[in-house]
Antibody, heavy 120, light 109 residues
């Protein structure tokens, strides 16, 4: 398992871009063992997969967000990032970064989550 | 796109009882890619089961998973106080895409 830590602003203004970074430790981000992922959870609701990025830069994204979501990775810093543009109050949620294991095909490590509130 | 439907929405049971949670897929899925998670209030989810029936590292053997095709089950043989939580199933497909079920809350009766 790896350790993941999200960072970024907790408050974003409506129509602006939400940007979060996840720092990976305990394993190399370039190991190839994981798809580096983002999952969000609206207050009191279920889990929503947003997308993942592989160390090579290959991405896969939830089609419902595809036009607004950008994923990137910086292997030199052991970080991967999310940018979600044109946010509305519907994007208010807890955002988790998580490691999706290619071995067991499950999210076996998660960050603690960060609450992002979108408000005007 | 595959949809995962979990039932029941809420399960009210007493400690020591058996819990049976269902996850139904909208089409046949590969069992290898079906996982279960536990989430407690204020915490991130925790992987319990992967490959439909394999327990993740450190997961007690009172948790078991089964199923194939479109119907999958998570069973908790005897509920401990710490097992009262929300449980999610999740599927990975080769498109590639990931989907979560809506969750089942196991609450103390």
């Amino acid at each position: 398992q790896v350790h993941l830590q999200e960072s970024g602003p907790g408050l974003v203004k409506t129509s602006q871009t939400l940007a979060l970074t996840c720092t990976v430790s305990g394993d190399s981000i370039s190991s190839g063992r994981y798809y580096w992922s983002w999952v969000r959870q609206h207050p009191g609701k279920g889990l929503e997969w947003l997308g993942y990025i592989y160390y090579s830069g290959t991405t896969s994204q939830n089609s419902s967000l595809k036009s607004r979501l950008t994923l990137s990775i910086d292997t030199s810093k052991s970080q991967f990032s999310l940018r979600l543009s044109s946010v509305t109050s519907a994007d208010t949620a807890i955002y988790y970064c998580a490691a999706f294991s290619k071995y067991d095909m499950g999210f076996d490590s998660w960050g603690q989550g960060t609450l992002v509130t979108v408000s005007s | 796109e595959i949809v995962l439907t979990q039932s029941p929405g809420t399960l009210s049971l007493s400690p020591g009882e058996r819990a049976t949670l269902s996850c139904r897929a909208s089409q046949t899925i590969t069992y290898t890619y079906l996982a279960w998670y536990q989430q407690k209030p204020g915490q991130a989810p925790r992987l319990l089961i992967y490959g439909a029936s394999s327990r993740a590292t450190g997961i007690p053997d009172r948790f078991s998973g089964s199923g194939s095709g479109t119907d999958f089950t998570l069973t908790i043989s005897r509920l401990e106080p710490e097992d009262f939580a929300v449980y999610y199933c999740q599927h990975y497909d080769s498109s590639p895409s990931l989907t979560f079920g809506g969750g089942t809350k196991v609450e103390i009766k």
